[in-house]
């Protein structure tokens, strides 16, 4: 069809939808359950949506890692597998998609992105440094902790607030940083720990003005820029749709333009790169090279396999490629938009803009009578699945955990419960009946009581930790 016919079709039915650049071929049926046996579920749970099993789960939107469905392509990739321990094929494909998507030179395999971020830290942080970031991430806060770092929050103050409408909540606030180097000295400073988009701000993305900035001010002090890559795809979808003279760039060019100003990256595979498992650090420094290859043998496994198969790495090479076309992305996050306008238009609270990965409910403003210590967000998440076997997260002061020196509580501004959509594995009517859940709960929201936590583990505790009701 030509253009010109295609744009009067378009104006006679008023509306052009976009639709998924695949259909589907292989198909995994749900359980539906009652209430009953979900209550139940739920109170062996601890209250605690990890510690459902997934056959009590009906949509399951906890998490968007590892949850992706891989494509034909990249199942039969997975016969491709070179299991040799040394020298796999398949690695050398995944370093050239890492070095033609990403830009970067030298290559380390880790299972997942926290193995990634351990060997990092590791690697750069020397105790009672500084590592400024644009708002923290559980594991990421923690393994750089763990090597003796102190994170400080330098992200603007929009991200703190889930109505501002800022189109890049991401962003670093320069002013913040430079206040940290001219405090502690630029020395003191480990490196700067940028992550696109930004989840806990809610799926938030980076302006590339932002990064190009930063690094300016950066190279003036000698400070290095690493970035976490875990949903950059996506960040370089909204810098496409919102930034000014990036409407006819691809992604693929977003991508590179926005990592040539870092100077490393660790990824979580899991989510972007369309795989199950797998991570990966990609860094410039010959030096730095170095030490994290020799590092990944020590926890990982051997240079060329960093604890995965050779399988896992050629689905791995094949999803980079996937994940940066441009049809992928723009239905991906499609999606995201679909579920978070539906709710907008009910009048449910969510965090605004919508984010890449997410939809995040606010869960004070679902439970305002609720004090932050009776974990509204938790509620929220319990809440949804006993109405209708949702599975949700907990983003709130269960996740945020304790102040590594004082003990206290964080209090985190932001109380969300996350409804984390996988790619490319539920349709548009899956997403109905969630907006659907989501408005029956939120109709119900006076008679809730909040909850109380009756077990706390040491690390990362939003994962284990149980509660009962008030
Ligand atoms: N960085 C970001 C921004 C993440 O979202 C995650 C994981 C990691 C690093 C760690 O990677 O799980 O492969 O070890 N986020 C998951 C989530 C767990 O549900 O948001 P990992």
Redo the contacts with the bound molecule.
């Keep these: 069809m030509n253009s010109q016919s295609s744009q009067t079709m378009g104006q006679q039915s008023g509306r052009r939808s976009w639709a998924e650049p695949w259909k589907i071929k292989v198909v995994e049926p749900l359980t539906m359950t009652t209430r009953e046996e979900r209550k139940k579920a739920l109170v062996e749970a601890g209250y605690n949506t990890f510690l459902l099993r997934s056959e009590d789960v009906y949509i399951d939107l ?5 949850t992706s469905a891989m494509s034909d392509r990249q199942w039969a990739g997975m016969m491709l597998g070179d299991e040799a321990y040394a020298g796999s094929r398949n690695f050398y494909h995944l370093e050239a998609a890492i070095q033609k998507y990403y830009g970067y030179k030298y290559i380390v395999p880790t299972h ?6 351990h060997l990092i830290s590791r690697t750069v942080i020397k105790p009672g440094q500084l590592i400024p970031g644009n708002m923290y ?4 806060r923690l393994h750089q902790e763990l090597s003796g770092g102190i994170f400080h929050d330098v992200i603007i103050d929009e991200a703190h607030d889930p109505n501002s409408l800022h189109p890049f909540k991401g962003n670093i606030d320069l002013d913040k940083v430079q206040a940290l180097i001219d405090q502690h000295g630029a020395k003191q400073i480990a490196y700067i720990s940028v ?1 696109g ?3 806990m701000a809610g799926g938030q993305p980076v302006s590339m003005a932002n990064v190009r900035a930063l690094r300016a001010l950066c190279q003036k002090h000698g400070i290095k820029v690493y970035l ?1 890559a ?2 950059m795809m996506e960040n370089a979808y909204f810098i496409q749709q919102r930034e000014e003279g990036y409407a006819d760039r691809s992604i693929a060019q977003i991508l590179r333009e926005f990592c040539s100003y870092t100077d490393a990256a ?1 990824m ?4 972007d790169n369309l795989v199950n498992i ?2 990966w650090l990609a860094v410039n420094d010959w030096d730095l090279f170095e030490e994290l290859r020799n590092l990944v043998v020590v926890y990982e496994g051997l240079h060329t396999y960093g604890g995965l198969a050779g399988r896992d790495l050629e689905a791995l090479a094949i999803g980079i490629e996937e994940s940066a076309q441009d049809q992928h992305i723009r239905s991906r996050i499609g999606q995201v938009l679909y579920l978070g306008e539906l709710l907008s238009q009910w009048g449910i609270p969510i965090v605004q803009p919508i984010g890449g ?1 997410a939809i995040f409910l606010d869960a004070r403003a679902f439970y305002p009578h609720l004090k932050q210590i009776e974990f509204p967000a938790q509620t929220l998440a319990a809440e949804l699945y006993l109405d209708s076997g949702i599975r949700s ?1 907990e983003r709130g002061i269960a996740s945020a955990g304790r102040d590594a020196t004082t003990g206290d509580h964080y209090y985190p501004k932001l109380e969300l419960t ?1 409804l ?1 959509i996988p790619r490319r594995v539920y349709t548009q009517a899956h997403m109905d009946v969630v907006a659907e859940s989501v408005k029956a709960v939120y109709d119900a929201r006076q008679s809730v009581r909040g909850l109380k936590m009756v077990y706390e583990p040491k690390y990362l505790r939003f994962f284990q930790a149980r509660f009962e009701p008030l």
């Design positions: 906890l998490t968007d890692s590892g997942q992105g926290r193995g990634a971020e991430f559980t594991t990421t992550a988009t930004v989840n976490d875990t949903r660790w979580s595979a899991k989510k797998g991570g990965h997260m996350r984390t």
